[in-house]
Each structure stands twice: as structure tokens, then as C-alpha cells.
């Protein structure tokens, strides 16, 4: 499978099969450092993006900062504590998710929640298209303007450009000068060279 | 010919579905009451829950390795009017079939609402919930497998 293409030292494959899918260069330094200290993008502490709205018993919401593509609301539901997404979920941990809930109907009332989904991913992220192995459920308002459809699977394609790109960024990280890298390369990285360039910057700081 | 408020014939997939989905909506009936659920859904109820009843999805979506559904055992359309401790239930039947299943991984999914301005993706409104575990080597070199939470109205996919 692909996760055997790359690997980071300290890293699972599925660790670095989830740092294959994200947006940016900062992104991907943040979770690398992230898993380094043995924690991840929604452990404590949360990041300042994903600003907490309401806790109940070992729970949190927040609204994604990040909200799916043609979603008008996008609540992110997750325990403090890591559990991890990639063994089945147990049932006890889900004894605040229905008080969430309930939080959230009287918050944001039965117009704004008029209808959307739920989604839950769990198990292997090769299955599942999951870019945080924290357990987490997401519930999504869609603005119905566009169609709105939520991955389980990435198509292999992307996945393989996914993990092209990550190696760029490793390149980058451990001191790789940009002006080095190649065309393609460069290609891959699908953002402002100028943005990254002060990424960069911070981290020889 | 008649309407169902139950049912919506925009989110039908397969033929097979709509012919069955077409009696339904001649009936007028909610497909997943359990009064009428024996009459259409002909998979075995393999868990039955306090909230929940636990089967397989009669007419799978294309791609997937494993697909149980879990029916809400009263008549509601939205989240809201779920109890609090549903969704505790809900995962207990899912994660042990799972485990018997061994299914490596998917997701669960559950679409709730209805809106005049189009569809949230539901064929049938009755509450029911989805666990998906796709089929990986089914799928194309360049084709990625997503559930749909919702379309405008008339929507017409690109092909």
C-alpha cells in the first residue's frame, strides 16, 4: 500500500499517511511537531483556530475553522482525551455526545440545524479518508447550493501526489532550499512560494 | 400520481430501489414504520436495540465492502428528536457487528432534515444510520469514494 512509500522516523504509517492529506507546509508542521510530542491536532492544547463552544464531560465542540466545501455549518465533536480513530469506537466514550447535542439544538435552534449529516470515521484512514486519528464525529449543515459529499476514500492519484508533496516538505524541513528543489517538485507544492518562503524563515530562526 | 412526505424519489440510485420505492410512494407510507418495514425491507433484522434496529442496507451503494443500517425504531425525521442516549446505542450495535465483520475501517454516516431548497441525501426521511466500510480494490485508479450529505434541488450530477 502506499503508506509504505514514505517514511518519517518516529512516525506510524498511518501517521504519515494522514500528513499526506494536508492543506499546507504550516499545517504539516504543526501535526509532524504535533506527533513528535506523542499528541496530536485535537489533543490538549487545542489549537487557537478551533475555538471551544461548549464542554461537557470529557467532551468538546467547536466550529471547524476549516469547514467542508458547500457546508453552512460545520461543528467538529471530540473527546479531550485521545482516543484513537483507528480501533472501533466503544460505546462508554460516548456518553456527553447526546448532551452535545442537545447543547447545540438549543444553541443554534431547529432553523439553523434544519438538516445535514453526521459522519464518524473510524478504523484504518486507508478507509476512511481521515486527517486527524482522534476520535471525532463532525456534523454538517450543507448551504445547499452545491452538491456536498465527504470522502471515505481518496482516490489512489491524489493519495500518491499526497505523498510526493510530503516528501517535498521533508525536503524543505530539514533544510532544503527551495531554489533546489525541481520543477516537478515545485509543481507539487500548490501554494504561495512567497507564503512558504516565511515558513521557512521561522524555522531557521 | 400520489406524494409521500416520507420518501424522497430524487435520492433513489438503482432501479431495482425505484420500482419498490414507487409502490411506497403510491402508498403513502414510511418505509422504515415498523409497521410497514416487513412489507419492504426483506433483509433479516439481525439486532434489535432499545432505539435501533439493526440490518443490512437492501440496496447497497456502488463500491462498498460491508453495509449495515441501523432504523430508529420511532417514526422521527431529525436529530433533535432523538433520545440523548440513541447515539450511545447506536455505536454499541454498529462497533459489535463490526468486530464480527472485521471490517477494517469506514465510516458511520446519518442524514437528518429536510429542506424545500433541495435534498440532504436521504431516500427515506425515517432516522436511519449507515456503516460503510468501502471496497478498496473495487474502486478506479482515480476514483475516490464520498457520501453525500446534500444537493440543491433539481440537481443534475456533471457527467
Not at chain 1, 460516548?94 to 473510524?122: D, N, P, Q, S, T
Request: aromatic share 8%; proline share 5%; with cysteine.
Amino acid at each position: 500500500m502506499t503508506s509504505d512509500i514514505l517514511k518519517i522516523d518516529g512516525l506510524t504509517p498511518h501517521q504519515v499517511l494522514t500528513l499526506s492529506r494536508v492543506r499546507g507546509f504550516k499545517q504539516y508542521l504543526n501535526m509532524l511537531e504535533r506527533y513528535q510530542n506523542g499528541v496530536c491536532v485535537f489533543c490538549d492544547p487545542l489549537g487557537p483556530k478551533n475555538r471551544v463552544i461548549h464542554e461537557v464531560a470529557g467532551w468538546r465542540m467547536w466550529e471547524n475553522p476549516f469547514p467542508s466545501p458547500g457546508s453552512e455549518l460545520h461543528l467538529v465533536l471530540a473527546p479531550v482525551r485521545h482516543i484513537s480513530t483507528e480501533s472501533l469506537p466503544s460505546a462508554r466514550d460516548f456518553i456527553a455526545v447526546g448532551e452535545l447535542f442537545e447543547w447545540a439544538k438549543l444553541e443554534y435552534g431547529k432553523k439553523r440545524l434544519i438538516g445535514g449529516g453526521i459522519l464518524m470515521r473510524f478504523g484504518s484512514p486507508e478507509y476512511n479518508a481521515g486527517t486527524v486519528l482522534h476520535l471525532h464525529v463532525n456534523i454538517i449543515i450543507p448551504d445547499l447550493k452545491s452538491e456536498l459529499r465527504l470522502p471515505l476514500v481518496k482516490d489512489p492519484g491524489s493519495t500518491l501526489r499526497g505523498y510526493k508533496r510530503l516528501a517535498v516538505f521533508e525536503k524543505l524541513r530539514i533544510g532544503i532550499h527551495l531554489t533546489n528543489l525541481s520543477s516537478e517538485e515545485r509543481l507539487l507544492l500548490e501554494e504561495d512560494l512567497d507564503e512558504l518562503q516565511r515558513e521557512l524563515e521561522k524555522l531557521t530562526m | 400520481m400520489a406524494d409521500n412526505r416520507f420518501i424522497s424519489m430524487g435520492a433513489v440510485r438503482r432501479e431495482d430501489q425505484r420500482a419498490v420505492m414507487e409502490e411506497i410512494k403510491e402508498q403513502g407510507h414510511c418505509p422504515f414504520c415498523i409497521e410497514n418495514l416487513e412489507k419492504y425491507h426483506k433483509n433479516p433484522i439481525l439486532k434489535e436495540g432499545k432505539f435501533w434496529l439493526l440490518t443490512e442496507n437492501q440496496w447497497p451503494y456502488a463500491k462498498v465492502k460491508q453495509q449495515l443500517l441501523a432504523i430508529y425504531k420511532t417514526h422521527i425525521e431529525h436529530i433533535s428528536e432523538m433520545d440523548p442516549e440513541a447515539g450511545r446505542e447506536l455505536v454499541e450495535l454498529f462497533t459489535e457487528e463490526a468486530k464480527k465483520r472485521n471490517i477494517k475501517g469506514g465510516g458511520i454516516a446519518m442524514r437528518f432534515g429536510s429542506s424545500e431548497h433541495g435534498n440532504y441525501g436521504s431516500s427515506v426521511l425515517h432516522i436511519h444510520a449507515h456503516l460503510i466500510e468501502p471496497d478498496l480494490e473495487a474502486l478506479g485508479e482515480n476514483e475516490a469514494w464520498k457520501f453525500k450529505f446534500g444537493q440543491p434541488k433539481n440537481y443534475k450530477k456533471k457527467t
